[in-house]
């Protein structure tokens, strides 16, 4: 099972910002690059943000990749995960949607781990 890592730059972060009382639960859009896949994810996140500063999330993300392992193409992945808003570190898990590739990356299965500490990042674990 081949393990991928890509840093992530992010281009884009578009979070409703009407509620200002918290609990409380926003949509989110973000758009990344990821340098070493030659690619990019447009990602829908749901942020349950907590009286503390810290939010829980879920997401959704499609990610389009012109050199991932050698593969071109693209697949949906689906996670949740932690913000700490002391560290600002982000910290999640997530699945590969099974049936969601395309092109190169048809058949596609696995999970990963991204994080923003020391820099952002994912490390995918799939097999093809």
Do not use: R
């Given at each position: 099972m081949p393990s991928i890592y890509t840093s992530t730059v992010m281009n884009k972060w578009d979070e409703d910002q009407t509620i200002e009382d918290t609990p409380r639960v926003t949509p989110a859009h973000a758009i990344f690059d990821l340098p070493e896949v030659?690619?990019?994810?447009?990602?829908?996140?749901?942020?349950?943000?907590?009286?503390?500063?810290?939010?829980?999330?879920?997401?959704a993300e499609t990610i389009t990749a012109e050199d991932f392992d050698g593969k071109k193409?693209?697949?949906?992945?689906?996670?949740?995960?932690?913000?700490?808003?002391?560290?600002?570190?982000?910290?999640?898990?997530?699945?590969?949607v099974e049936g969601s590739?395309?092109?190169?990356?048809?058949?596609?299965?696995?999970?990963?781990?991204?994080?923003?500490t020391p820099k952002h990042g994912y490390r995918f674990e799939v097999t093809f």
């Open positions: 030659k690619g990019k994810t447009a990602t829908e996140l749901i942020m349950s943000h907590l009286p503390d500063g810290n939010a829980a999330y879920v997401y193409g693209s697949f949906i992945v689906q996670g949740s995960g932690i913000w700490d808003g002391k560290e600002h570190k982000a910290t999640g898990t997530f699945e590969v590739g395309t092109g190169e990356l048809k058949g596609i299965k696995g999970k990963g781990f991204s994080e923003n």
